[in-house]
């Protein structure tokens, strides 16, 4: 074999492209959400911004790079071999993680993930050592570890959170203030001043704070260094001026520009910060192999204290890096899912939520709300009603359709989250803290919400549920990067090279099949047609509406329940759990229907009562239909996971035959509701009394077997509770099909077409 260390070296760089398109994909959230949340500019539009400035700040984040190689450990206590393991770990543990999250749609911090890589397999070969040496002991891992160093990081990503809550908050309350919801009534001065704030921030700390240890920063040096105060108000007046200037002649929305400015500052923030997380690490094992190839000393001997100095950045690498960034924020499609999130989780008002409450979250709105009415008590009547004043939404008249086009949040708050988000990031990177981007973004728009008033007492709980599952990953991220980096870097020191080759195999692997399982959840997205609907204003839409849902339900049903009667007479455990959670998805999916049964009838005409009333019903007799098969399901699965006696052949023979006719019936109702042909829903609820005597034929059979064999008890509550339940599932799709039929007579003589 020839130099492994070659070999590792390719396997880095191939990791480090992959580590680039699942971390941008990850981090995309962090500098498109206040745009798009906006939509103050077109998705295009911020794209092409957010592209310039990721390609920007990978050319000016040199100076992060020293993290990767002596941030977290002690280089010169390695030896060459040790770091090579130690940077593999990384980066395959990375990969794994960052892809699992993207997966799962939810914002995590590449900062700390690599933070706690580098410690974990750090870690990990610092026992090695100790255990090697009768000299040293467990006590003496401060050795290898830059504790001070990586405690500052640690706890400067913790602090961040914090900072980044409080200011969003305490920043959007006074903004709001200041403009209230009515934009456009406020004096353009207003506008021109917030302008200047605005726009002088984002100047000092992006161009200015931010090429601090680049190598641009020696050439303006002379003029930055000692000149704070004078640049900073020149800056001020000069861009209020523009602003002005922008607003009264060019008739410029500066709340517009402001977003666009604070989105490519972010931007460049987010790539000049967060790059090493991506490719510091193999470029540190660049340099390592560089200092160590031709020294002509073992790998194993070769002490790499070569990495505490400074090593000047390769400026085209850095330029491929971006590169591969902005190809993967225009084409990620996991992207799409992460931002999803942080959107849902800060825009104003009620409407479907992603997640559900839990004990804390509970306990958090009522103290806050307890918290709230103190306040309420000691101010006076008067400030307390100015400041209710400035948080009153107008209501704006739209046309029906539009109802639901609203922005998750106005141009202020974007440029709030812009704004504040930018300037703490900016001061890390001067700093050279690697503060986590992810949850500086995250909590600045968490607070800005809060300080909004976007958290109401429909949606409280729901969100602060939310932020605490997002805060809970973050802290799952950390423990979960430390170990499986200090049990990859383990395996490696035991396997080398072959262990390396099977570790990268395994990501593949995984990888692949989370490609396969996103993939699938998108499919089953998109073919669920009554949770992504459109706006519907008129009787034929709540027509096409609910014919989708009772074509889509029917279908669903029909396979679950066959499904149930074949894997129940096979006695089959695995089957039945997998159906069983089919079954609580469509639960779920007819919940959120009846959830977001108040917006749907809001966006319909005046002329709809009668509409409304038939669409609630329809709703009702779904969940109806829903909660019958999920009863057969879960009393299966219990009985079976319970070690029950199998079924006998007459009672499997029975639920068959009714299966066979159910599913009959089922499959002529899909045809029908799909192809619209609702002339023949008579043709079906003819059928209804055959159906109800072979259950009732069933039933009595039971009785017979009861009185004259020997029966398990347990078999005979399973069979008679799944026949009364499906007894209750054909009445259920009976008195759906009565209704609709109905409904549909009404409209004929009412010379509506459907």
């Known amino acids: 074999m020839g130099d492994p260390y070659i070999l590792m070296l390719v396997a880095l760089t191939v990791l480090a492209v992959i580590d680039l398109v699942v971390g941008v994909s990850n981090d995309a959230v962090n500098f498109l959400n206040s745009a798009i949340g906006s939509k103050a500019i077109s998705i295009k539009k911020i794209m092409i911004i957010a592209s310039i400035g ?3 700040g990978a050319i000016t984040s040199s100076g992060m790079m020293e993290v990767a190689r002596k941030g977290i450990f002690v280089p010169k206590e390695f030896y060459f071999n040790e770091i090579m393991y130690i940077f593999m770990a990384v980066m395959i543990t990375d990969i794994l993680l960052l892809d699992v999250f993207n997966s799962l749609g939810m914002p995590t911090s590449t900062t700390v993930s690599i933070v706690f890589e580098l410690l974990g397999a750090a870690v990990a070969i610092s026992l090695i050592k100790i255990s090697a040496t009768d000299d040293e002991t467990i006590s003496d891992i401060w050795k290898y570890i830059n504790s001070e160093k990586a405690l500052q990081i640690i706890f400067g990503i913790l602090l961040s959170v914090v900072v980044a809550f409080s200011i969003g908050a305490l920043v959007q309350y006074v903004s709001r203030l200041i403009y209230s919801f009515d934009l456009d009534k406020r004096p353009a001065y207003i506008s021109a001043l917030f302008g200047g704030f605005a726009i002088t921030a984002i100047t000092y700390f992006i161009f200015i704070k931010g090429l601090k240890g680049t190598p641009f920063y020696k050439d303006v040096q002379h003029l930055i260094e000692g000149q704070t105060g004078q640049i900073m108000a020149i800056s001020f007046v000069l861009w209020t001026i523009i602003s002005q200037l922008l607003i009264k002649i060019f008739n410029v ?6 977003i666009a400015i604070g989105t490519f500052s972010l931007a460049m923030a987010f790539s000049g910060n967060d790059l090493v997380n991506f490719i510091g690490v193999p470029i540190a094992a660049l340099n390592s192999y560089e200092a160590w190839h031709g020294s002509g000393i073992p790998a194993n001997e070769f002490s790499m204290g070569i990495l505490e100095g400074k090593v000047p950045a390769n400026t085209i690498l850095l330029l491929v890096a971006g590169g591969i960034m902005v190809i993967t924020l225009w084409f990620s499609k996991k992207a799409k899912a992460v931002i999803e999130t942080g959107i849902n989780l800060s825009r104003q008002g009620e409407g479907h939520e992603k997640f559900q409450p839990n004990p804390l979250s509970r306990v958090v709105v009522r103290a806050a709300m307890g918290i709230n009415m103190g306040i309420v008590y000691i101010l006076p009547k008067k400030t307390v009603d100015f400041i209710d004043s400035k948080f009153q939404k107008p209501v704006i008249k739209l046309p029906k359709n539009k109802a639901y086009e609203m922005p998750a949040f106005d141009m202020i708050r974007a440029s709030v989250n812009l704004i504040v988000a930018g300037v703490l990031i900016s001061i890390g990177t001067s700093l050279k803290l690697p503060l986590s981007t992810t949850y500086v973004t995250f909590m600045v728009a968490m607070g800005t919400s809060l300080a909004d008033r976007a958290w109401g007492r429909e949606s409280a709980v729901y969100r602060v549920a939310g932020v605490i599952n997002v805060i809970g990953g973050w802290f799952i991220t950390a423990f979960v990067a430390f170990t499986a980096a200090a049990t990859a870097a383990y395996l490696i020191s035991l ?4 262990m390396v080759a099977v570790l990268l195999l395994l990501v593949v692997g995984l990888m692949t099949r989370n490609s396969i ?12 047609r009554f949770i992504e609907r459109a706006e519907l204003i008129t009787i034929n839409g709540v027509i ?3 014919s989708d849902h009772i074509s889509e339900v029917v279908r669903r049903v029909h396979k679950l329940y066959s499904s149930v009667v074949t894997d129940l007479s096979k006695h089959d455990l ?3 759990k997998k159906n069983d959670k089919h079954v609580n998805k469509l ?3 007819v919940d959120n229907l009846k959830d977001e049964a108040f917006y749907f009838i809001k966006s319909l005409d005046d002329t709809s009562v009668e509409a409304s009333r038939f669409y609630i019903l329809v709703l009702g007799y779904l969940q109806d239909i829903s909660q019958s098969i999920s009863y057969i399901s879960k009393a299966s699965y219990k009985h079976v996971n319970n070690n029950h006696k199998n079924l006998k052949k007459g009672q499997v023979k029975d639920l068959k035959t009714i299966d066979n006719e159910l599913g009959d019936i089922l499959t002529e109702i899909e045809q029908i509701f799909e192809t619209r042909s609702f002339d023949n829903l008579n043709e079906i609820l003819s059928k209804k009394q055959h159906l109800f005597n072979h259950v009732s034929e069933s039933i009595e059979k039971q009785i017979n077997r009861i009185r004259n064999e020997e029966t398990s008890a347990k078999n005979t509550t399973l069979y008679f509770g799944n026949l009364l339940e499906t007894k209750d599932l054909i009445s259920a799709i009976m008195n759906l099909l009565e209704l609709y039929q109905d409904f549909h007579l009404s409209m004929k ?6």
């Open 253 to 258: 929305n500066i709340l517009k520009f402001i």
């Open 587 to 589: 639960n779920e999916e």
């Open 54 to 56: 990721v390609a920007v």
């Open 544 to 546: 096409e509406e609910t």
């Open 495 to 498: 396997g080398g090279i072959v």
């Open 749 to 754: 003589k009412a010379n509506i077409k459907m």
């Open 574 to 576: 695995n089957k039945l």
């Open 517 to 528: 399982i996103f993939s699938k959840k998108t499919k089953e997205v998109k073919k669920q």
